[in-house]
């Protein structure tokens, strides 16, 4: 018997889906991508054609320029060649999917970037049983748990009301995180104006006008330092510690990011509020949805791969690591 998903052929630089003639996610120009989601690593410029959800498509027509586009809609399905390619949510950032391909009574699950916990922002996670889910494993060491985002952002709430005199400047990355950051202190009840820095400003309104309500967004150019006093102002991450950020009133420099729970890389970044809010799964959901879905095989793409690895071997699930390049570590998302 051919081996379990000899179909799919993981290279360098995407893994390619042999009877499709299609690569998923591919970090280089190819004829036809598959994209699992709108980050830069992910989605690059440049493909003849491109199969992605609308909101991905969107996102990409934002940041490289009109695609020459093939939108699937969550639930519905294409056919290239003899594959079956389906999008399913992937519970990461507005428009994330996970690209389900069927071939020859096989079914591979590529997860792209993902995780389990609720975002106001965009679609949940959808498990799909399979033979084989390829998973990322941006937090897969046991000492990557994620706290509650709700208690997070309810710091970040408390010490905005006790810093007199001071703002509170928020580092996120500008595709998901910002936005995500901004409904859940919606959510938590902050109904303030929220201002941001003029590199959120497109995506912003892109998520807004995709369905997803922010409340009130001001542009921090043209605030007086006044005005600024006791407001949340949401900005690049690279942003948080240059010049820009002079003009604002006396900032508690925060962060929003899974990575803040290392303490170095928060002191680094001179980060006096670390908030661990993160759009990857963390340890316990990198392993639950494994269990979850049960497939026969699981393949690792990127991140921290060795304990993942590790824990399927003792839990009898086949596992392989792909070795791909060009993957971030994400840092800033
Ligand atoms: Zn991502
Ligand atoms: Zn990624």
């Given at each position: 018997?051919?081996?379990?998903?000899?179909?799919?052929?993981?290279?360098?630089?995407?893994?390619?889906?042999?009877?499709?003639?299609?690569?998923?996610?591919?970090?280089?120009?190819?004829?036809?991508?598959?994209?699992?989601?709108?980050?830069?690593?992910?989605?690059?410029?440049?493909?003849?054609?491109?199969?992605?959800?609308?909101?991905?498509?969107?996102?990409?027509?934002?940041?490289?320029?009109?695609?020459?586009?093939?939108?699937?809609?969550?639930?519905?399905?294409?056919?290239?060649?003899?594959?079956?390619?389906?999008?399913?949510?992937?519970?990461?950032?507005?428009?994330?999917?996970?690209?389900?391909?069927?071939?020859?009574?096989?079914?591979?699950?590529?997860?792209?970037?993902?995780?389990?916990?609720?975002?106001?922002?965009?679609?949940?996670?959808?498990?799909?049983?399979?033979?084989?889910?390829?998973?990322?494993?941006?937090?897969?060491?046991?000492?990557?748990?994620?706290?509650?985002?709700?208690?997070?952002?309810?710091?970040?709430?408390?010490?905005?009301?006790?810093?007199?005199?001071r703002c509170v400047l928020v580092g996120a990355?500008a595709?998901?995180?910002a936005?995500?950051?901004i409904?859940?202190?919606?959510?938590?009840?902050?109904?303030e104006p929220i201002y941001y820095h003029g590199a959120m400003e497109r995506?912003c309104?892109?998520?807004?006008?995709?369905?997803?309500?922010?409340?009130e967004l001001r542009p921090v150019a043209g605030a007086t330092k006044a005005e600024l006093v006791g407001r949340v102002i949401i900005c690049p991450?690279s942003a948080l510690?240059d010049r820009w950020s002079r003009r604002l009133p006396d900032p508690v420099t925060a962060?929003?990011?899974?990575?803040?729970?290392?303490?170095?890389?928060?002191?680094?970044?001179?980060?006096?509020?670390?908030?661990?809010?993160?759009?990857?799964?963390?340890?316990?959901?990198?392993?639950?949805?494994?269990?979850?879905?049960?497939?026969?095989?699981?393949?690792?793409?990127?991140?921290?791969?060795?304990?993942?690895?590790?824990?399927?071997?003792?839990?009898?699930?086949?596992?392989?690591?792909?070795?791909?390049?060009?993957?971030?570590?994400?840092?800033?998302?």
């Open positions: 018997m051919a081996r379990l998903g000899n179909w799919i052929e993981p290279f360098p630089e995407g893994i390619y889906v042999k009877p499709a003639d299609a690569w998923v996610d591919p970090s280089q120009p190819k004829e036809r991508a598959l994209v699992t989601h709108g980050h830069a690593d992910h989605a690059r410029g440049g493909h003849k054609a491109v199969w992605a959800t609308p909101e991905t498509l969107a996102i990409m027509d934002v940041r490289y320029g009109q695609q020459c586009a093939n939108p699937v809609a969550y639930g519905e399905t294409v056919r290239l060649g003899e594959v079956e390619i389906g999008f399913v949510p992937a519970g990461h950032v507005l428009g994330s999917a996970q690209i389900v391909l069927d071939y020859r009574g096989e079914r591979v699950v590529v997860s792209g970037d993902y995780k389990r916990r609720p975002d106001p922002t965009c679609a949940p996670f959808v498990v799909v049983p399979c033979d084989i889910f390829i998973t990322e494993a941006t937090f897969g060491l046991p000492v990557f748990r994620h706290p509650d985002t709700g208690a997070e952002i309810d710091r970040l709430l408390h010490r905005l009301r006790h810093e007199e005199g990355y595709l998901g995180k936005q995500r950051v409904a859940e202190l919606r959510l938590r009840g902050h109904h995506l309104r892109l998520y807004e006008d995709l369905g997803v309500p922010l409340g991450p510690n962060m929003a990011s899974g990575w803040m729970r290392v303490r170095q890389r928060a002191r680094q970044k001179n980060v006096e509020l670390p908030l661990v809010i993160s759009d990857h799964a963390d340890w316990d959901e990198l392993t639950q949805t494994i269990r979850d879905i049960a497939p026969k095989e699981v393949w690792i793409t990127h991140g921290r791969e060795d304990a993942l690895m590790h824990w399927c071997m003792l839990h009898q699930v086949k596992a392989r690591e792909l070795n791909l390049v060009g993957y971030e570590d994400e840092e800033e998302e």
